[in-house]
């Protein structure tokens, strides 16, 4: 399979027309358990300009024992980073999509206080729908792009941010319920997590309103 490395042309050419471009991704959104995550990073033009971290990508693409680095480099890389979180209550209480939607506007909102001003910037978002704007952002320019983790470096910074975060966090997670093995599947659908699940039943952390046992097993 040919890698695909991102680039930065998009933004170069959004960055002639605003003053920043936010890019946002998210990570977790079909996992059994634990919250979805979307990372959010701003790219200035000076940034624009730099050379793309080394070993920068989609974070699915990215090595485990190189996402650490990777996303430490990438948040050096960007103007600022942030990660916004929509709990697994959430996801039950209003729906995947609109918890997606808050994550995001969580995000964004953290990167206010490094001093970004999203009104001013375009917001490049992975995938065909916006969910940002319905679960309230108003007054942001948001603009999906289909494969942005892909071939956006900027979205790409924001993916293996988001992934390395809630990565640490099901890790911590795993030690309140080690039975289910969130260390190695980070709530994703595995047999040994289905076996934990049919044995123990759910806990306070998984998605509860989900047909968790119908969904198909990653590995």
């Known amino acids: ?9 998009l933004e170069r050419r959004l960055l002639r027309e605003y003053p920043l471009v936010i890019a946002c991704d998210e990570v ?28 920068l990508r989609d974070s699915k693409l990215v090595p485990a024992a190189r996402r650490a680095d990777v996303a430490a480099r990438a948040a050096g890389w960007v103007e600022a980073s942030s990660v916004g979180w929509a709990s697994a209550a959430e996801v039950d209480e209003i729906g995947i999509i609109r918890a997606l939607g808050l994550a995001a506007l969580r995000a964004v909102t ?8 999203p009104e001013e910037a375009i917001v490049l978002l992975d995938g ?4 940002i704007t319905p679960a309230g952002g108003t007054g942001l320019n948001v603009r999906p792009v289909v494969k ?28 309140e319920a080690p039975d289910y093995q969130w260390v190695r599947n980070k709530g ?32």
């Open 148 to 175: 942005a983790d892909r071939d956006c470096a900027s979205a790409a910074a924001a993916s293996v941010i988001a992934k390395v975060a809630r990565d640490g966090l099901m890790t911590q997670l795993h030690d």
């Open 110 to 117: 953290q990167l206010r206080d490094h001093g970004v001003v």
């Open 28 to 55: 977790g959104r079909g996992a059994l358990a634990g919250p979805v995550a979307v990372g959010a990073v701003a790219v200035d033009a000076a940034r624009a300009r730099r050379r793309v971290p080394e070993g």
């Open 1 to 9: 399979m040919t890698v695909v490395e991102p680039r930065l042309t």
């Open 188 to 219: 994703y659908a595995s047999l040994e997590h289905r076996a934990a699940i049919r044995s123990l039943g759910l806990s306070a952390h998984h998605r509860a309103s989900w047909a968790i046992m119908d969904a198909p097993t990653l590995f």
């Open 128 to 131: 065909n729908h916006d969910y």
